[in-house]
C-alpha cells in the first residue's frame, strides 16, 4: 500500500512535469505573440498545430490515458504477467491507428484547410495546407509518449504525458531565442515535428528502465485483455469525435467572428488549460490509479475517502481561480501577453473571452479528480456518454447562441459542457460507491 510520502512524492514529480510544460508552453506564445500578434498568419498558425492534436483526440487517446492507466493499474495487482503481452498488443495498434489518421490528413489536406478556415485568402489556406503537413509527424510521437505515460503511471511512475510536449516545445524555443530558428512559422513548424521526436525517445528510456518492456510488433487483437480495455476505450473514440467536432465548430465560428478572435480564443485557453491541469490532473495521476486498485481490491471504504478528498480539492481551488480570474482578466492578459504587435485592442479582445472562460474552471477541474474513478466503476460506456452528452450540449449552445451573443456564445458554451459532465460524472461515481459490494462491477466490460 502507498504512503502518503510516496504519494505526495508522486503528485510533486506530475505537477511539475505539467507545470513546466505550461511554463514553456506559455513562453513559446509569448514569443509568437510578440512577433506575430494576432493576426491572420497566427490565426492560421494556430489551426494548423491544433490539427495533429485533433487527430490525436479523435483517435481517443487522450480519454484512452485514462482507461489504459486504470486497465494497466487493475491488472498488476490481478495478472501482472499479462502487462507486458498487452502492452505490445496496444503499441501496435496505437502506431497502427496514429499512422492511418496521418495519411489520411496528408491526403486531404487541401479540403481540411477550407473547411478549417472558412473564408480565409487562398495565400493562408496553401499556407495551412503546408503547415498542416509539416506538423503531422507530432501524431506519431505524441500518441506514443501518451501510450508510454499512461502504461507509466499505472506502474507507480510520475511520468506525465506533458514530458514529451515539453522537450519539443523547450528545443524550438532555445532555437528561436538564440537565432537558430528564423522568424518563420514554416521553420517552426518543422522545428516542432523534428524535436517531438526527442521527446519520445526520453520517455521511453525512462519506460523502459523502469518496467523492462520490449516494443515488439504484435497483432494479437483477439487478446482478451486488449479487447476488454479497447471494449471500454471505443465508447471514448466515440465521445473525443464528438468533442472534436465541438472545438472544431468553436475555432471555425471565432474564424468567422473578427479577425483575430481565433486567436484571442487560442490566448484565453492557453492560460486556463494550464491551470486546470496544475491542479487537476497530478492529483488524477496519482490518486486514480490508487483508486483503481483500492477499489479492485473491494476497500469501498478506502476508495471512497480518495475520491473525496480529491474532488472537495478540486472543487475549492476552481471556485477560487474562477472568481480571481473574472475580476482581474485584462491586467493577467497585459501581463502575460501585452507588448509588441498584441496591443491594446488585443489585450481587451481576449480579456474579454477570458472573462467568460474563467467559470469553466471548477468544473474542468474536477473533472480531472473524477475521470479515472469513473472508468474503474463502472461496466458499460456510460462515462463516455457523459461526456458525449456534454459537448452535444455546448455545440447547441453554440448553434443557439451565436446569431445573439456572438463570441461570448463560444465561451460560455464550453463552460457549460465542462460543468455539466463533472456534476454527472461525480454523481456515477459517488452513486456506485455507495452500492452493495456485491454489486459493484470490478472489471470493464468487453
Not at 503528485?11 to 510544460?21: P, S
Not at 501482472?80 to 496528408?106: D, E, I, K, N
Not at 498542416?132 to 500518441?143: Q, R
Not at 526520453?202 to 485483455?225: A, C, E, G, I, K
Amino acid at each position: 500500500m502507498l504512503t502518503h510520502k510516496r504519494l505526495a512524492l508522486k503528485h510533486i514529480l506530475h505537477t511539475a512535469q505539467i507545470v513546466g510544460n505550461a511554463l514553456i508552453g506559455y513562453l513559446f506564445l509569448k514569443v509568437l505573440a510578440n512577433r506575430f500578434g494576432t493576426s491572420a498568419e497566427k490565426d492560421i498558425f494556430d489551426v494548423a498545430y491544433s490539427i495533429p492534436f485533433l487527430i490525436l483526440n479523435v483517435g481517443g487517446l487522450g480519454f484512452a490515458h485514462a482507461v489504459i492507466s486504470s486497465y494497466f493499474a487493475k491488472t498488476s495487482v490481478t495478472r501482472p504477467h499479462r502487462c507486458g503481452p498487452l502492452f505490445a498488443t496496444t503499441v501496435t495498434g496505437v502506431f497502427l491507428v496514429s499512422g492511418l489518421m496521418a495519411l489520411s490528413c496528408a491526403l486531404f489536406a487541401e479540403p481540411i484547410s477550407t473547411l478549417m478556415a472558412p473564408g480565409a485568402a487562398p495565400s493562408l489556406q496553401a499556407e495551412l495546407c503546408e503547415l498542416t503537413l509539416l506538423l503531422l509527424p507530432i501524431v506519431f510521437s505524441f500518441s506514443l509518449c501518451t501510450l508510454f505515460s499512461a502504461v507509466s503511471i499505472a506502474h507507480g511512475v510520475p511520468l506525465s504525458s506533458e514530458l514529451g510536449p515539453l522537450i519539443a516545445r523547450v528545443v524550438v524555443l532555445s532555437g528561436l531565442i538564440l537565432g537558430l530558428v528564423a522568424n518563420s512559422l514554416r521553420q517552426i513548424a518543422l522545428g516542432l515535428a523534428v524535436s517531438s521526436v526527442l521527446g519520445l525517445a526520453v520517455q521511453w528510456v525512462l519506460l523502459h528502465r523502469t518496467t523492462n518492456f520490449r516494443v515488439r510488433v504484435s497483432l494479437d487483437f483477439r487478446d482478451r485483455d486488449f479487447r476488454q480495455m479497447m471494449g471500454q476505450a471505443m465508447g471514448f473514440f466515440v465521445a473525443a469525435c464528438v468533442a472534436q467536432v465541438s472545438m472544431t465548430y468553436m475555432r471555425r465560428m471565432a474564424m468567422m467572428d473578427n479577425a483575430g478572435t481565433n486567436a484571442a480564443l487560442t490566448y484565453a485557453l492557453s492560460l486556463l488549460v494550464p491551470l486546470g491541469l496544475f491542479v487537476g490532473k497530478p492529483l488524477a495521476m496519482v490518486t486514480g490509479p490508487h483508486f483503481a486498485r483500492t477499489f479492485a481490491q473491494g476497500d469501498t471504504r478506502k476508495a471512497r475517502a480518495i475520491f473525496d478528498r480529491a474532488v472537495l480539492g478540486c472543487l475549492t481551488i476552481g471556485l477560487l481561480a474562477a472568481l480571481a480570474g473574472n475580476m482581474m482578466a485584462e491586467p493577467v492578459i497585459r501581463l502575460f501577453y501585452g507588448g509588441g504587435r498584441f496591443d491594446d485592442r488585443a489585450v481587451h479582445a481576449t480579456a474579454e473571452l477570458l472573462g467568460c472562460l474563467t467559470w469553466s474552471l471548477p468544473g474542468s477541474i474536477v473533472l480531472w479528480a473524477v475521470l479515472m474513478p469513473m472508468i474503474s466503476v463502472s461496466r458499460t460506456h456510460r462515462p463516455s456518454m457523459i461526456y458525449i452528452g456534454g459537448y452535444l450540449l455546448q455545440l447547441a449552445f453554440m448553434v443557439l447562441f451565436y446569431p445573439v451573443w456572438g463570441r461570448f456564445a463560444l465561451a460560455w458554451g464550453y463552460t457549460l459542457a465542462s460543468t455539466t459532465q463533472a456534476l454527472l460524472a461525480w454523481f456515477v461515481v459517488y452513486r456506485t460507491i455507495e452500492m452493495p459490494m456485491g454489486e459493484v462491477p470490478l472489471e470493464p466490460a468487453c
